[in-house]
């Protein structure tokens, strides 16, 4: 739980700091569930992003504006509408619970001054943002409607009187005292049960943060459990907050991807060397870089997975497809015998009887007797025909089969390399290019957006410099493949790129120059690492003069074909990539 009742009192406290007295100007909503004021301020203009979605409930100053849509939804209306020209006279937090309120005062319809309240509650998947009229305690509108079907006990409607949801009974974190935590632990071994259950306001990480203060720093080998520690850790973290002296820690697994934030560091994570903490100058940075990140990496994996299963359908239409043409390709192959058959009934039609549905022969090739099937409904010159047709159509086949078996591996080749850059993307930019392409391909519809046409994205490969100094450049997708090979580099540059492997194609940017062995090297593990055997080792990699690339007419994006190549084996790896990748 990341906004939890501490982190969202030090939210009011900054809220309070940055936008006391601030005007708004603009109310934009991106989303169904979010919500953007823009507020001008002593300090200048200030951007307070709210939302009330479920995995990204919180309320936090942003410095980058998201995209709004064109036609504003009915709440955006309705928010625009009575809080023009508002102003904030107030940032509170209610029974230092998840609920922060932003009080202002305004103007209505008719010129008299009217009090409002923005009230949001960061409560998972029952958040809400309302809109109250501080006069009549009644809803003015939210951006959730919880009407009684949904909630008998508390129904959050138009009209409505606002009513905070049901008390836990449990003391505030900022009324706590040391003798109140003594009582309230009843398990010394695991305090933090206790803690939470206790006091308002903390998460379990917190608790357990709190409880392991309490044995002096860590559970497993502190000392014995001390309420008094206890309460001043706990009074620690609220003079940070009222001082300004909070350091917002964010804390990332081991891919890299946020797993939590709190205003202060959180031993959960401290003890387990798995996570890594990155520390931020204010709660809204952090609070921003966790989100933006968390569901950038979400948003990712939820695209590539809709682009890895449009082409692993594809793959396997394309597989089958191969299957069945080599079964045609075997029957066709038989073409001989139907051209057996023909010339020998045609050598002893006197042989078959009227009638007849098979004749036996003897074959002047080998001298050997071959019994030949017959229709009988058709003459024995008939038959004869209908073999050599077969014969014909098979011998046909046999061509157009092949052709079509080449065609079809190709296309196999094409959609394996196009599934290796949907796993590798490591960005929504990414996929949205690789998603342009198979757009170019057929395999998914595109879909224009009003009259504007689709935007053509810059080149844009990985670049990296490697230990002499030359710049080695790594495609992106196929497109950009293309691109780096068959404009970018010139002829006496090296192209290198993984042997039957799908992967991207590296380009050794050489001026001239001579490459000495480590620089093979180097680009060659490039090469790997921008592959689908990067997590493989001895990976082999081939290598060639760029003017021996060549790409044959008519062939789908990065399919090329060389010569005059030379194969390196080595392990993925990659130097750090340069500044504006």
């Known amino acids: 739980m990341s906004f939890d009742g501490m982190v969202t009192f030090a939210a009011a406290e900054e809220l309070r700091r940055e936008l006391l007295l601030g005007k708004i100007e603009k109310i934009y909503q991106p989303t169904p569930e979010q919500l953007l004021l823009s507020i001008h301020t002593q300090r200048g203009r200030k951007r307070l992003f709210m939302s009330a979605a479920g995995n990204h409930s919180a309320v936090y100053l942003i410095d980058k504006a998201p995209e709004n849509p064109t036609v504003p939804p009915v709440f955006c209306m309705v928010m625009r509408k009575h809080l023009g020209a508002a102003r904030i006279v107030a940032v509170e937090q209610h029974e230092k619970d998840r609920i922060l309120e932003i009080s202002l005062e305004t103007v209505d319809e008719m010129g008299f001054s009217v009090n409002r309240k923005i009230i949001i509650e960061i409560m998972g998947k029952h958040s809400n943002i309302l809109l109250v009229d501080m006069g009549t305690g009644r809803i003015i509108d939210c951006i959730k409607h919880v009407s009684i079907d949904v909630n008998r006990a508390r129904q959050l409607i138009p009209g409505k009187p606002y009513e905070y949801p049901p008390l836990q009974h449990k003391t505030p974190f900022t009324e706590v005292t040391a003798d109140q935590i003594r009582t309230m632990v009843t398990n010394e071994f695991q305090p933090e049960r206790d803690l939470l259950d206790g006091i308002q306001g903390i998460s379990p990480a917190l608790a357990q943060t709190l409880a392991n203060a309490g044995f002096g720093g860590d559970q497993a080998t502190g000392s014995g459990f001390d309420p008094d520690r206890t309460y001043d850790a706990l009074q620690e973290m609220i003079s940070q907050v009222r001082e ?112 007849a549905d098979k004749v036996t022969v003897t074959s002047y090739y080998d001298g050997s007797q071959v019994t030949i099937p017959l229709d009988p409904r058709f003459s024995p010159s008939r038959n004869a025909q209908n073999y050599y047709k077969k014969y014909g159509k098979a011998r046909t086949a046999i061509h157009e089969k092949t052709h079509q078996m080449e065609e079809t591996r190709k296309e196999i080749s094409y959609l394996e390399s196009v599934l290796s850059f949907a796993e590798r993307a490591a960005s929504i930019e990414e996929l949205d290019l690789i998603r342009a392409e198979l757009v170019d391909a057929g395999l998914i519809r595109y879909r224009k957006k009003g009259n504007q046409p689709r935007k053509k994205a810059k080149p844009s490969p990985y670049s990296y410099r490697i230990s002499s100094g030359k710049t080695v450049l790594a495609g992106r997708n196929n497109k950009e493949n293309d691109w780096l090979t068959l404009k970018r580099a010139s002829g006496t540059d090296l192209w290198f790129h993984t042997k039957d492997i799908p992967g991207s194609h590296v380009i050794l940017l050489l001026d001239r120059d001579e490459p000495t062995d480590e620089d093979l090297a180097e680009a060659a593990q490039i090469a790997a690492f921008h592959s689908k055997a990067s997590a493989s080792g001895n990976v082999p990699v081939d290598y060639t003069k760029v003017r021996h690339v060549k790409k044959p007419a008519g062939a789908r994006p990065g399919m090329v074909i060389f010569t005059h190549n030379k194969t390196l084996y080595v392990d993925p790896k990659v130097p750090d990539p340069d500044a504006g990748r």
Not at 244 to 253: D, F, I
Request: proline share 6%.
């Open 244 to 355: 300004e002296r909070t350091r917002p820690v964010v804390y990332l697994n081991g891919e890299g991807r946020p797993a939590d934030f709190h205003i202060t560091p959180l031993s959960l994570y401290e003890s387990d060397p798995t996570f890594q903490p990155l520390p931020f100058d204010s709660l809204s940075e952090a609070a921003e870089y966790f989100f933006v990140h968390r569901e950038s990496s979400n948003t990712i994996r939820q695209k590539s997975n809709d682009l890895q299963r449009v082409i692993r359908a594809a793959l396997d239409k394309s597989r089958l497809k191969l299957q069945r043409l080599g079964d045609d390709l075997q029957k066709a192959e038989k073409a001989d015998q139907h051209r057996l058959y023909g010339e020998l009934l045609t050598a002893n039609l006197h042989l078959v009887q009227p009638g």
